[in-house]
């Protein structure tokens, strides 16, 4: 459905002001929007990180929804055994009601140290949504370099000098919307906050299969990427627009791209928003880097394309056609 931006702020906010997250940060923002356009009531499992760390000081809380505080590295592991709990429960009429599961967690806990849960809730078959907030490092503990970290950017661990011009990596960066769609899950998408209605169609769809669900969400960071506050969902938008982050979902099985720049932008319009990418611009190596981001991004943007051609009319309905077993 097309949700009607003047209807969105009449609901009741899943989290509230009051929360201590830095200015500009876009982590509320994708909650909401998420949470939003869920139909029936949520049970959210977050993982420990920058908006867990600033909504839930104790006594303190900026949570309006069933909201579970997990470690950095098992956020999905908790929200599957809360799922699995609710099924028990409904099948012994103890709960009635219709219930979404949705997981919130960060690059570092999702690409690297809460792989090994997040890849084994999801080859379980859970019914739960997986939403990563990328932004591209472990913004929470320091700025440290992660698995989402892009090629040539500068982190606290990526150095910036004559022997290393930031993340030195042989691929742009982990493509863990294609790892997600290799475990043959119903659906796994690729999204940005500036895109808000693209996004919450993509949750609305992913919270209707009867099993897992992935959605990687870009998250510009402005303390981490170096850029103003003010400038969070136009730098997101820029990503798109200059085919940094494209926007597609893998549909049950099917390749889709969901929303296509007219003309692409110059990708320096993009880098040249975030200090982080400031000192490639200053030497001819660093524009080299440049020059191979381009063609990393065009062998993506090719190969999603390419993808979305050869799965058309492919639907595998992994979730229609078994059911899963019941939980006693």
């Not at 579970?68 to 028990?88: Q, R, V």
């Not at 402005?222 to 798109?240: D, H, M, N, Q």
């Not at 943007?301 to 056609?321: S, V």
Request: proline share 5%; net charge neutral.
């Amino acid at each position: 459905m097309a949700f009607k931006l003047t209807e969105l702020p009449k609901k009741d906010l899943p989290i509230t002001s009051g929360h201590r997250v830095c200015a500009g940060c876009p982590e509320p923002m994708i909650i909401k929007q998420a949470i939003l356009a869920s139909k029936d009531p949520v049970v959210v499992g977050e993982a420990t990180g920058c908006f867990e760390v600033s909504s839930c000081l104790f006594p303190y809380t900026s949570w309006n929804v069933n909201w579970y505080h997990n470690a950095f590295e098992n956020a999905a592991a908790i929200t599957s055994g809360m799922e699995a709990a609710y099924k028990a429960l409904s099948k012994r009429g103890k709960v009635t009601e219709p219930i979404n599961f949705i997981a919130f967690a960060g690059d570092g806990g999702t690409y690297d140290i809460g792989f090994q849960a997040l890849s084994g809730a999801m080859e379980r078959g859970h019914r739960m949504l997986y939403i990563c907030m990328d932004n591209q490092a472990y913004m929470n503990t320091g700025i440290q370099r992660s698995g989402a970290t892009p090629l040539g950017a500068w982190t606290t661990t990526c150095h910036v000098g004559k022997v290393q011009p930031g993340n030195v990596r042989a691929s742009l960066r982990k493509d863990i919307v294609s790892i997600m769609a290799a475990h043959d899950i119903a659906y796994a998408a690729q999204a940005s906050l500036s895109h808000w209605n693209d996004f919450m169609r993509k949750v609305e769809k992913a919270l209707t299969y009867d099993g897992p669900s992935f959605i990687t969400v870009l998250a510009p960071c402005p303390r981490g990427w170096r850029f103003p506050a003010s400038e969070t969902v136009s730098i997101a938008k820029l990503a798109v627009e200059t085919g940094f982050w494209p926007l597609y979902e893998v549909d049950n099985g099917q390749w889709n791209v969901t929303f296509k720049p007219r003309e692409l932008k110059p990708l320096e319009d993009f880098l040249k928003t975030q200090g982080r990418y400031a000192h490639l611009f200053k030497s001819e190596e660093g524009m080299q880097v440049i020059e191979h981001i381009k063609e990393l991004l065009k062998y993506k943007l090719n190969y999603i394309n390419h993808m979305a051609d050869a799965t058309k009319g492919c639907e595998m309905n992994i979730f229609g056609r078994c059911a899963l077993p019941d939980i006693d």
